[in-house]
């Protein structure tokens, strides 16, 4: 079975050009956090990748920065940190090919260049768990080197500093925001405010001065900021309790609602949060206007909401458009925005993934009204990655939805939960709606001066989509077909998918057997071709391609990857060749909407039998100490040679790789062969599993070699 997964869609206006996908190498377990662009049509990516953890607790990891050029091409992949965490969290790229990176540091021997503060990591540095971080600032420059690095902090020794936002101003210095707990945070004299713990600094561009630092409110943190032609600065953010950021005289709103929960009789310290917008002056001693923007408190026995702005832009008319998230329906909307009412109620996924939906606004110069205001959003919840405006000033949004029934545009079929979606200037509706495969976008968006976008994921997945929307054909995502997100590498016999537009015929085909036992290499027209030779098909359809990857593709570095079809010819995807790729086939779970994916949150379940020869599930669990099958994708090569796209027939051959089997990250018996009667290249594994559930869980895992597979879930008898 061949787990269907999300898909995008988007309807194309040219052929002229194609889109472009490839797949970035950030690292085992990575975590991208953000992407730009520059005038010249590069592209800057910074993410994180583990190097170390300890019972599952990441305990290391590392920053990864690459650049691309506008071919494509890599200009430089730098890897620079300390010994324990350090974190990314924004960049900004000047016009000479330097690029800022910000974020948080728990390394005490973070690399420093030139730096304007030394002081690191406090030394009470809280609990494993959560460590104590201070900020940080590097710049890297065009050819890769580290140019400046600095801490941004103060030297108290039990209080964190986090650096959440960055911006340029028109000769390129550098300006900071986020929070810190440190008494003894540097402010600079003639500061707007010399007490808090949300803070502006700017630094010149050279790295060699702090122009100014400043407290700008309490209880807060700054997550947003933009610098206009006069050096004016506006900054958003959270603020927890009333009176946290001063409020001007004849703002939007005076008053943030927020706080403790009225009517909380056990003082369980349920609270509200809401969120500021402000403007200071060039020199950060003055502050031009400030408002709050939330809803209204809910009581007791809500425990907890949050209204937050996240990012910002600014207009040529001196406003700015803000957006975040809102889980309160009080948050203001404006008379004839696209949606004035929040759709999103109890999320079943509680915490992980709280209710609520993006919002958009649009503050006047002054910020003492609303230009427009709307929600955006479905039934269970988004989560909001990216704001951009466009040359026409049109908001564009990024990010990712649980809602099955996120808004979309007749012309674009809903079927992923990663968004990229433009609103009109006034807010009234939605000019363009796409909807990408799980993990293939919804990080960042970039957009080009001519109207083009540029599209960053959770998997590393970088997507180039040319000016005028999608062409006719074009590979979205590809996807080991017992998986739920891209992975960028094919292994040999791997049985993979790919999503994207006018891959095949409207209505899906599936291959079968011929009289020699072979799939088809050609359906419906269609053709798929790894590294030049033909991959035998399982389906084929517009949206979605199952294939297998040629045994003969194995010991090269890459794989080129092109579907070839009766209306045209995919850009070439290069992915990479690895020995193995083990991936357990499995069910999702169904706590989930259709359109979301369950390893952001839990593990799937896998397609097992039990003992008896039954599906084992939730309502038929295997027992303590009984043999359970189970299949896996991926394997890589086997000791006697297998033909492509046939069946596997004793003699049943096993992997050339060492194979082990995990349970809840034990060892536990198995034995292994090629899957009879299946696709060559499948593997089938009984495993026995242990008289006792270990303290770790009932999650499987299967090891191929040094390659170790996602999680799924046994359903067993406690």
């Not at 040319?466 to 960028?488: D, E, H, K, R």
Request: charged residues 10%.
């Amino acid at each position: 079975m061949i787990n269907l997964k999300c898909l995008g869609l988007l309807v194309a206006t040219t052929l002229s050009a194609q889109v472009r996908l490839q797949y970035l190498d950030l690292g085992p377990q990575p975590a991208p956090c953000c992407m730009v662009t520059d005038a010249s049509g590069n592209v800057y990516v910074a993410g994180s990748y583990t190097t170390g953890s300890t019972n599952g607790v990441v305990s290391s990891q590392k920053i990864i920065v690459s650049k691309l050029s506008p071919a494509n091409n890599l200009v430089y992949r730098v890897i620079f940190g300390g010994s324990v965490i350090d974190t990314p969290i924004a960049i900004a790229a000047d016009s000479n090919g330097n690029l800022f990176v910000v974020g948080s540091t728990n390394s005490p021997d973070f690399p420093l260049v030139t730096p304007l503060i030394t002081n690191g990591p406090p030394a009470n540095g809280g609990p494993p768990e959560e460590p104590l971080a201070q900020g940080f600032l590097s710049k890297i420059g065009p050819t890769g080197n580290l140019a400046f690095s600095t801490f941004i902090g103060g030297a108290q020794s039990n209080a964190q500093t986090v650096v959440d936002a960055i911006a340029l101003d028109t000769a390129e210095n550098v300006y900071l925001t986020g929070s810190t707990g440190a008494a003894d945070f540097p402010v600079t004299p003639d500061a707007f405010n010399s007490t808090g713990n949300a803070f502006v600094m700017k630094i010149t561009h050279a790295g060699n001065q702090i122009s100014f630092s400043t407290f700008i409110g309490s209880y807060g943190t700054g997550l947003a900021l933009a610098v206009d032609s006069q050096g004016a600065i506006t900054v958003g953010g959270s603020v927890s309790t009333e009176g946290g950021f001063p409020a001007t005289a004849g703002a939007f709103q005076t008053m943030c609602n927020c706080g403790r929960a009225p009517g909380d009789p056990l003082a369980l310290e349920a609270s509200y949060s809401a969120s500021f917008v402000l403007r200071l002056s060039a020199d950060g001693s003055r502050l031009l206007w400030s408002t709050y923007l939330s809803g209204g408190g809910r009581g007791f026995p809500d425990v907890a909401f949050a209204d937050t702005v996240q990012a910002l832009a600014l207009t040529s008319d001196g406003g700015v458009v803000v957006a975040g998230t809102a889980e309160t329906p009080e948050f203001p909307t404006t008379p004839g925005a696209f949606q004035t009412t929040l759709r999103a109620q109890n999320s079943p996924l509680g915490s992980l993934f709280p209710a609520a939906n993006l919002f958009v606004t649009r503050l006047n110069s002054t910020g003492t009204a609303l230009t427009f205001s709307t929600f955006l959003g479905g039934s269970v919840g988004e989560v909001l990655t990216g704001l951009q405006l466009d040359p026409q000033e049109h908001a564009w949004v990024t990010g990712t939805t649980a809602s099955p029934d996120f808004p979309v545009l007749a012309h674009g079929v809903a079927v992923g939960n990663e968004f990229v979606v433009e609103l009109s200037p006034d807010g009234s509706s939605l000019l363009n709606t796409q909807m990408f495969p799980y993990g293939s976008a919804g990080i960042a968006v970039a957009l080009g001066a001519s109207g083009g976008e540029t599209l960053l994921g959770e998997s590393g997945s970088l997507i180039r989509i040319p000016t005028g929307a999608l062409p006719g054909i074009s590979i979205l995502a590809q996807v080991n077909a017992a998986a739920y997100s891209p992975s960028g590498k094919l292994s040999p016999g791997e049985i993979f998918s790919l999503y994207g537009t006018g891959l095949g015929p409207v209505s899906g085909v599936s291959g079968q057997f011929d009289a020699t036992g072979k799939l088809p290499t050609k359906l419906a027209g269609v053709q798929v071709t790894c590294g030049g030779a033909p991959a035998p098909l399982l389906y084929v359809s517009a949206h979605q391609i199952n294939a297998v990857v040629p045994f003969e593709a194995s010991g090269k570095q890459s794989i080129a990857v092109q579907v070839i079809s009766p209306s045209g010819s995919t850009t070439p995807l290069e992915l990479t060749e690895v020995p193995a790729y083990p991936e357990v086939f499995s069910l999702p779970t169904g706590a989930l909407p259709q359109v979301f994916h369950p390893y952001q949150f839990f593990y799937p379940y896998a397609v097992a039998l039990n003992e008896d020869g039954t599906l084992n599930s939730t309502n038929n669990p295997a027992k303590l100490g009984s043999t359970v099958l189970f299949w896996v994708n991926g394997a890589g090569l086997f000791t006697s040679t297998l033909h492509d796209g046939t069946t596997a027939q004793p003699p049943l051959p096993e992997p050339d790789l060492p194979v082990s089997v995990l349970f809840g990250g034990q060892p536990i018996p198995a034995t292994y062969s090629a899957a009879p009667d299946l696709v060559a290249g499948v593997l089938q594994v009984s495993t026995t599993l242990p008289q006792v559930i270990p303290a770790t869980g009932s999650g499987l895992q299967v090891q191929v070699g040094d390659f170790v597979s996602d999680g799924v879930v046994i359903a067993v008898q406690p």
